[in-house]
């Protein structure tokens, strides 16, 4: 199973390959993507739009780029946010013309993807979670738009993506393996998010930042405060490592880590966790299962918190 790793930064990249990374991807801020006057409005560019988890600079991109395909690795870069204005289209497509040796890219919007194969033909295409992508006759569609890999959405079970990977050989699927559990599905994130926000709690999508809250709930409703509070700590720290066993047998052929924006030592450690697990997929289930809870206390530190995707 290929992992792909996130980055942020340039010198991220040597202590990732030296673990054993050999597929990165990124993002990049809309401040490097998008002119002055369309950066002001508030433009969101991908799925996690704030400065720490992208580059942004476009000379560092540039050279990680570089130092990856130097390396003899693959990089990629998540432009996923669900809709861009012609304007916004128009820009994406004049900043590809200096990555167009990109490894591939993470999109969801139709007309971004249309665009895309007009101009970049032999670009590798990933259909983004935000596509909302949700069963075969779904595939077949991006697939008639020249996608060649999709990410399942993180709420399906093992039995459902096994079953949608046996009715579409042609594609490959890619699942989140940790730190993403988020209770909304990415495709619907518009509508399900920031719709209540009590006072003190700090849990809004970055998608609806400057969006008018349309309806809120009392604060003295104290159990949509604790559900609230526990909302970070459930979508930011739930893990698939255990189901990796089950997933490859599937016939999922990538799974990615969430964490573009997280501290480098904890990518470092989620790559290490997730990259010794893959390697021992040649064990019994029980087996598999017992070395992953084992090697989650030898590198964080703390027992597994049963908090799993794909149960």
Partial sequence: MQILCPINKKNEIMPLVKLGAERFYTGASAKIMFDKETNDGGTIVNCRPWGHCNFNSLVELREAVDLIHKLKKKVYLAINSPSYSESEISQIMRFLQSFKDLDGLIVSDISLIIEIRKKFKGMMLIASTGAHILNGEAVKFYECLGVKNIVIPRHFTVKEIEQMVKSNPHTEFECFIKNEGCFFTQGLCFFSHDLFMPKGINCSCGHLNGFKVHSKLPDKNKKIEKWL??????????????????????????????????????????????????????LSREKFMDFVRTNHERIYKQKCKNNCSYD
Wanted: charge should be positive; aromatic fraction near 12%; proline fraction near 2%.
């Fill in 229 to 282: 509070r526990n909302f970070r700590e459930i979508a930011f720290t739930q893990c698939g490592a255990c189901a990796i066993y089950d997933l490859k047998k599937a016939g999922v052929k990538k799974i990615k880590i969430v964490g573009r924006g997280e501290p480098f030592q904890r990518k470092m450690d989620d790559f290490e966790f997730i990259n010794d697990a893959v390697n021992k997929t040649h």
